[in-house]
């Protein structure tokens, strides 16, 4: 807190002490302001305007610091003053109070309580923005809280002083105009209790709940004329309680939710069953990752103290293992297992024609109309392929083609070009190098995983050159060339902006980012906004309350795991949103990037603290030092907490390090139900155990929170204990 501030801070603490050390408070009560009625009276017909302001300026003063009286102050305004003139003067002057109020906390404050609770008050300040003045005008009808701790409250929001003023204002003129009119019969008026009858406690109550009526009765006129268009096509009856399209995490849990209440669901799936990770995500990836890692450990065998191998095997061996993988989990998400579980499931392309009725062009010919209740939409996402000039003439695969591509393949691509910097560029680039390919990556970021912190990016860097993988970070791909056999990439240096490099290929992989799936599903025409992913509002509905979506059309996150943790949201709230609705909740999302050592990471990342202005400290336990890790060979990495200062509650955790993923899941659990490190520390975790990290890091924070002082006077007692 700067001078200016504390100063200001001072002297309001100045005004509220002096105000009890000189008993101010006597001239506060109901007795008083009996006792002084007829003085006050005479004073106000000798100099009214004089009064006045003077009334104006006490009672804007005693609101501003939240001094107990304001209540006697307006008894006495309506003694004095008249109802007319009291209800004006006192409404205005407790508004201008409560503003300023709200306006010393706000500058005092709400920097440091960002600071330290940022991450809350965004979601607050959301909520404030959408409904802030409905909120408070209720709580001025209804004072749930006392006005004193409103004003200080909403003082920590970013809710603009205007509103907050006339909001003040109208919301607070019911309960000021029945305190002023029982002060014009003050002589009846035995306490504060006796103001307020039970009768009009309770036309408040209602009064307080008119602004929900009405928002519910907006809401209720919005959906009208949403749907005003449709009205004349919407059906009697439904077919269906949810249509589901897209058979990807998102849209198989949503289906699975349906039918496990008993729901009539239908599924609907151009493609295969399954999504893309199961068919060209996360499984065939992971699947090859381990393939790659057993080579390079073979080749490496000194390292375990047997001999280095130099391998022979068959690419297509690998690629067929591959699919056999695929072909192993097939089963969990096919069409046999959903219509076992009660889902109705179709192979076809969906498309939307109005808010209850979807088209499915059937794979094996026809097409099907089903009127449905509600709907979900989970597409999903495709790879973004790259505007660069020559692309199609080289050939290039992507993250969805290259398995079926390179299964085709009689060996690894001698010379392998990656364009991409993120996840799967790094996982590709580095299996790819371990089963022999000359790999160049290419990335126009400054640094490899640039959404993480830079201790993250040197590390994958080194990971990756470690396996020969050529990091060009900083440049940008220019143009593709085809002399002949020979097929080359041109990039840019952005540091060097003369240099022009030509990369040789044999194969040219784009990993460049995934966009959601948009467009051929009656979107545009029903007007639902899809920019880059499909807007939806916190439930995740579209415009159309019974049209949700879940998953990489919804965003913001591209995880197969987001995708059936929204799925929940989305499935529950068509089939039951009528009864209640679930905002869907992002506050702990865990992801992993699996090159080796893995990357993990929950909650917020240094760089995103630092973004964010959100105070936090820093404890770092290097796994090198882990006994597991020494044992495995695997002695590289680190986990680092970050903690709200002085306290051990977990703002975030990135790990690096073998098997960083499922370490990770201990961090999860703990943010997820507010366990901090002293519950961690607090656990017995078996020896030896790479899970011990999270104990060790635990530790490290516990050792710099030890208590000094108490162990000083503990060393004391041991030395008294020895003589």
């Known amino acids: 807190m700067n001078r200016r501030k504390l100063l200001i801070a001072a002297l309001l603490l100045a005004s509220i002490a002096t105000f009890f050390l ?93 600071a330290r609770f940022g991450r809350r008050l965004d979601e607050v300040n959301k909520g404030i923005d959408k409904d802030g003045a409905l909120y408070l005008f209720t709580l001025r009808l209804i004072p749930v809280l006392p006005f004193f701790v409103v004003n200080l409250l909403m003082g920590l929001t970013r809710i603009r002083t205007w509103t907050y003023f006339w909001v003040s204002q109208l919301g607070m003129l019911a309960g000021t105009a029945a ?40 809401d209720f006129f919005k959906r009208r004329k949403v749907y005003a268009r449709w009205k004349a096509v919407k059906p009697r009856t439904f077919d269906c309680n949810l249509v589901v399209i897209g058979a990807g995490a998102g849209g198989l849990v949503s289906a699975y939710i349906a039918a496990a209440v008993k729901a009539k669901v239908t599924l609907i799936e151009s493609h295969k069953m399954g999504g893309d990770c199961l068919n060209y995500g996360c499984v065939p990836s992971k699947a090859l990752i381990r393939s790659a890692k057993l080579a390079h450990q073979m080749r490496h065998g000194a390292k375990y103290g047997l001999s280095n191998t130099e391998i022979d095997f068959s690419f297509k061996a ?5 699919k056999e993988v695929i072909q192993a989990i ?21 498309r939307i024609i109005n808010p209850w009725t979807v088209e499915v062009a059937l794979n094996d010919g026809g097409t099907r109309r089903l009127t449905t209740r509600s709907i979900v939409i989970a597409a999903g996402a495709r790879p973004v392929v790259p505007k660069l000039p020559g692309l199609n003439d080289v050939g290039f695969v992507t993250s969805d083609t290259l398995w079926e591509a390179f299964s085709q393949l009689d060996a690894v691509p001698r010379r392998l070009a990656v364009l991409g910097g993120g996840p799967i560029g790094c996982e590709l680039a580095q299996a790819f190098a371990r089963l022999g390919a000359q790999v160049t990556l290419v990335d126009s970021a400054p640094r490899l995983l640039s959404r993480e912190d830079e201790d993250v990016s040197s590390l994958a860097l080194a990971a990756l050159q470690a396996d020969g993988v ?22 840019l240096c952005k540091t060097h902006e ?27 025409e029903l007007g639902i906004s899809a920019e880059r992913t499909v807007q939806t509002n916190e439930y995740l509905q579209t415009i159309y309350p019974n049209i949700y979506a879940a998953g990489d059309v919804a965003g913001p996150y591209q995880l197969t795991h987001v995708a059936a943790h929204q799925a929940w949201y989305a499935a529950v709230n068509a089939l039951f949103g009528d009864f209640r609705r ?51 060979s695997e002695a590289k990495g680190f986990v680092k907490v970050l903690t709200v200062p002085g306290k051990d509650r977990i703002l975030g955790v990135t790990i690096v390090g073998n098997h960083a993923g499922d370490l990770l899941a201990e961090y999860v ?55």
């Open 669 to 723: 659990l703990a943010m997820r139900h507010g366990l901090g490190l002293n519950k961690i520390l607090s656990t017995i975790h078996t020896y030896p155990t790479m899970s011990e990290a999270n104990k060790y890091a635990a530790g490290e924070w516990k050792r710099v929170h030890q208590p000094h002082r108490l162990l000083a006077w503990v060393r004391r007692y041991h030395d008294w204990k020895r003589s």
């Open 498 to 524: 003369s240099q022009e490099i030509a990369l040789e290929f044999d194969q040219l992989i784009c990993a460049v980012g995934r966009e959601a799936r948009l467009t051929g599903y009656g979107l545009e």
């Open 582 to 632: 679930f905002k869907a909740d992002y506050s702990v999302i865990p992801h992993t990037t699996f090159i080796d050592p893995e990357v993990a990471r929950v909650g917020l990342s240094e760089a995103e603290a630092k973004a964010q202005n959100i105070a936090f400290e820093v404890t770092k336990y290097g796994i090198d030092d882990l006994d597991r890790a020494i044992a495995d």
């Open 22 to 114: 000189l008993d101010l408070q006597r001239f506060f009560t109901l007795a008083f302001i009996k006792g002084s009625q007829a003085q006050l009276s005479a004073l106000y017909g000798e100099q009214p305007a004089a009064v006045l302001l003077a009334y104006f300026a006490m009672y804007v003063l005693v609101a501003a610091l939240s001094l107990p009286g304001a209540a006697i102050l307006t008894l006495a305004g309506g003694a004095s003053f008249g109802l007319v003139t009291g209800t004006l003067v006192v409404s205005l002057a407790s508004t201008v109070g409560a503003t300023l109020a709200m306006l010393a906390a706000r500058y005092l404050v709400r920097d440091a309580m960002t």
């Open 318 to 322: 690998v690629m067929q293992r591959i």
């Open 330 to 350: 097939e089963p969990h998400d096919s069409p046999a297992r959903y219509a076992g579980l009660g889902v109705d499931v179709l192979l076809g392309h969906a």
């Open 470 to 491: 050529r990091v060009l970070s900083n440049h940008q791909a220019l143009r593709c060339e085809k002399t002949g056999d020979n097929k080359l990439l041109w990039v």
């Open 179 to 218: 305190y002023v009119n029982a002060g014009t019969q003050l002589a009846k008026v035995d306490s504060l209790r006796s103001v307020l009858s039970p009768g009009l406690i309770g036309s408040f109550a209602l009064l307080g709940l008119l602004p929900l009526g009405i928002k519910w009765a907006l």
